[in-house]
């Protein structure tokens, strides 16, 4: 073999995989536990949210005309690979802890979204703790759950409001980190054990919605 064959072997090993979206990429799909979110926030005057999932400039347009709301965007999924690429997931949970530096009780509203199912229970439990603190007695927090087997599939959604909020648009994007194991009902009420489910809503595409709040 040549120099130049060398050459080209070494590049096509070295290349990363080709991001390969699901099948059923960005689906359209309704919500039933967004509106009961927005919901308990309008009575508040410019409530404070925080976003965990990446900058969607038209959710942040959709929630500022819905409730006039401080929003801080706290991208997480960034956060999550960029710990998986240099080799600090043992730290990961420690950075979650000390991630959010809001004053307890001064949030009224979290969106979570599917972030806790990309996480270890241990790290789960740091960041669960850390949202219940940062959330005001009423406050509310959204998260979905997956209830599939996981497959390994490693990818992201980035979760876009559509249609007034009746559905949400779930947009693939890649991920150095894949689902981890999907957690029982009884887990997840476990991690918020500081919060109580106010709805819970199970969707077709095997997904399901927890709207908590917490106790006054």
Same mark, same amino acid.
């Given at each position: 073999?040549?120099?130049?064959?060398?050459?080209?072997?070494?590049?096509?090993?070295?290349? /990363?995989?080709?991001?390969?979206?699901?099948?059923?990429?960005?689906?359209?799909? /309704?919500?039933?536990?967004?509106?009961?979110?927005?919901?308990?926030?309008?009575?508040? &005057?410019?409530p404070v949210l925080i976003d965990l999932g990446p900058v969607v400039g038209s959710n942040i347009a959709y929630f500022g005309e819905q409730l006039g709301c401080k929003i801080f965007v706290t991208d997480l999924f960034a956060d999550l690979d960029r710990h998986m690429r240099d080799g600090m997931m043992e730290q990961f949970g420690e950075f979650?802890?000390?991630?959010?530096?809001?004053?307890?009780?001064?949030?009224?509203?979290?969106?979570?979204? &599917?972030?806790? &199912?990309?996480?270890?229970?241990?790290?789960?439990?740091?960041?669960?703790?850390?949202?219940?603190?940062?959330?005001?007695?009423?406050?509310?927090?959204?998260?979905?759950?997956?209830?599939?087997?996981?497959?390994? &599939?490693?990818?992201?959604?980035?979760?876009?409001?559509?249609?007034?909020?009746?559905?949400?648009?779930?947009?693939?994007?890649?991920?150095?980190?894949?689902?981890?194991?999907?957690?029982?009902?009884?887990?997840?009420?476990?991690?918020?054990?500081?919060?109580?489910?106010?709805?819970?809503?199970?969707?077709?595409?095997?997904?399901?919605?927890?709207?908590?709040?917490?106790?006054?």
């Amino acid at each position: 073999m040549g120099l130049l064959d060398r050459i080209s072997t070494r590049k096509i090993e070295s290349e /990363p995989a080709v991001f390969q979206p699901p099948a059923d990429s960005d689906p359209l799909f /309704p919500t039933k536990a967004l509106k009961k979110f927005l919901a308990t926030l309008t009575s508040r &005057d410019a409530p404070v949210l925080i976003d965990l999932g990446p900058v969607v400039g038209s959710n942040i347009a959709y929630f500022g005309e819905q409730l006039g709301c401080k929003i801080f965007v706290t991208d997480l999924f960034a956060d999550l690979d960029r710990h998986m690429r240099d080799g600090m997931m043992e730290q990961f949970g420690e950075f979650v802890a000390k991630k959010f530096t809001q004053e307890a009780g001064s949030v009224d509203g979290v969106l979570c979204w &599917d972030f806790i &199912d990309y996480l270890d229970k241990p790290v789960a439990q740091k960041l669960a703790d850390q949202l219940t603190r940062v959330l005001r007695p009423e406050g509310a927090l959204l998260g979905f759950f997956g209830t599939a087997p996981q497959n390994g &599939d490693a990818y992201y959604n980035k979760f876009i409001v559509s249609d007034e909020g009746v559905n949400l648009r779930a947009r693939a994007y890649p991920a150095l980190r894949g689902r981890q194991t999907s957690l029982l009902n009884r887990d997840i009420i476990k991690l918020f054990s500081g919060l109580r489910v106010s709805d819970s809503f199970l969707l077709k595409n095997n997904q399901r919605e927890i709207l908590f709040r917490k106790p006054a």
